[in-house]
């Protein structure tokens, strides 16, 4: 489930080990909300792929943060297409 994106623990080579989570779709908008605000030093993403499962990683990610919950303002992020089974 949902607890997925938060537990802690990474996803292996297999897409079966139960810890990724699949979604279906042309957009995705994935909130989280602290209790308070926080200094964060990173913001880490996983992505499997494996086309040949037909399970394709996100061509763009976008991480925005918020104080007010109102208004959203862009985190600059590393980001490229992945090119190879675990990103």
Do not use: C
């Amino acid at each position: 489930g949902m607890m997925e994106l938060v537990n802690g623990i990474s996803g292996t080579s297999s897409f079966a080990d139960g810890h990724w989570l699949g979604v279906e779709g042309r957009e995705v908008v994935l909130e989280l909300e602290l209790s308070k605000a926080e200094r964060l030093n990173e913001v880490v993403l996983q992505f499997f792929q494996q086309p040949d499962s037909w399970i394709l990683a996100p061509a763009q990610v976008t991480v925005t943060y918020s104080l007010d919950g109102k208004t959203y303002l862009p985190l600059k992020i590393k980001w490229s297409a992945p090119s190879s089974t675990i990103q």
